[in-house]
C-alpha cells in the first residue's frame, strides 16, 4: 500500500521548512494545520493528516553542525508511542549512529544520507542491518555521493529513499525520471521517494511508478494533500 510518510526538518529545536535543500535560508515552519513550531505539536498535526505510523525526522543541526538534537528527540519518541521515526542526522557510519543516538531499532531507524556517509566500509555496514535506510541524495541530477553508494547496487539495505533536495518545497513535481532509473537497478527493494509531491495527480503518479510511500511535507501544511 502507499503510504504519505510526513518530515519534520529540526533546527534549534523548532520545525523549519525545506526548500529545495537551501538550509541556510530554512525558516520556522508557517502551516495551515497547526499554529507555531514546537516539533511535537506539529508532528502530531501531519501524522493526524497523512495517517501515517512513520515520521521522518531530519536533524539539520546535526547533519550541518555534527550537534544532535536529543532534547527534541526524546520528546517526539515519548510523546508519540505509537510511531516509528525514521532519523536523518548526518550519520558517517552504524558507530556514529550509535554513538548520537544508542542503539537503533525498534521505533528509531536510521536514515544513512549518501550526502553523509563516508566510506565504502561504511555502506558495507549498512547493507548488513534490516533496520537501515540508504538515501541517496542527488541535486540537480547531480548525486550527492561521498561513499560510491549510487554504484554498489549490492550493498543497497532493503529500504532505499530517493532524495532529490532541489525539488523539495519547491512545488516542482515529483523526479520520476532519477526515481525510476534507480528503482529499475533494484526492484527487489522497498523504494520511497522524496520531494516535489503537490496534489493527487503526482501521488498517482509516483505510486505507479513503483513507489512504496513518498516523503512530503509542504503539500501537507498547504492543505493540498492528506
Do not use: K, N
Not at 561521498?146 to 529500504?159: E, I, L
Amino acid at each position: 500500500m502507499f503510504r504519505l510518510i510526513p518530515v519534520i526538518d529540526l533546527v534549534d529545536g523548532r520545525v523549519v521548512r525545506a526548500v529545495r535543500g537551501e538550509r541556510q535560508t530554512y525558516r520556522p515552519i508557517e502551516s495551515a494545520l497547526v499554529a507555531g513550531s514546537e516539533p511535537v505539536a506539529v508532528a502530531r498535526a501531519l501524522l493526524a493528516r497523512s495517517g501515517s505510523p512513520v515520521l521522518y525526522v531530519a536533524d539539520l543541526d546535526a547533519i550541518r553542525h555534527a550537534r544532535p538534537q536529543r532534547e527534541a528527540l526524546a520528546q517526539l519518541l515519548a510523546a508519540l508511542p505509537g510511531v516509528t521515526l525514521w532519523l536523518d542526522a548526518g550519520f558517517a557510519d552504524p558507530a556514529d549512529a550509535r554513538a548520537r543516538v544508542g542503539q537503533p531499532g525498534g521505533r528509531l531507524r536510521p536514515v544513512y544520507a549518501s550526502e553523509s556517509l563516508e566510506s565504502a566500509a561504511a555502506l558495507d555496514e549498512v547493507a548488513g542491518d534490516p533496520a537501515a535506510i540508504l538515501s541517496l541524495d542527488c541535486r540537480h541530477a547531480r548525486p550527492m555521493d561521498r561513499a560510491g553508494c549510487w554504484q554498489r547496487p549490492s550493498a543497497w539495505p532493503a529500504t532505499l529513499i530517493v532524495m532529490t533536495l532541489d525539488r523539495v518545497g519547491a512545488a516542482a513535481g515529483p523526479d520520476l525520471d532519477t526515481f525510476g532509473r534507480l528503482r529499475a537497478v533494484a526492484p527487489d527493494r522497498t523504494w520511497i521517494g522524496a520531494g516535489g509531491l503537490r496534489d493527487s495527480s503526482d501521488l498517482a503518479a509516483a505510486e505507479a511508478a513503483g513507489a512504496a510511500g513518498w516523503l512530503v511535507a509542504s503539500a501537507l501544511h498547504d492543505g493540498r494533500l492528506g
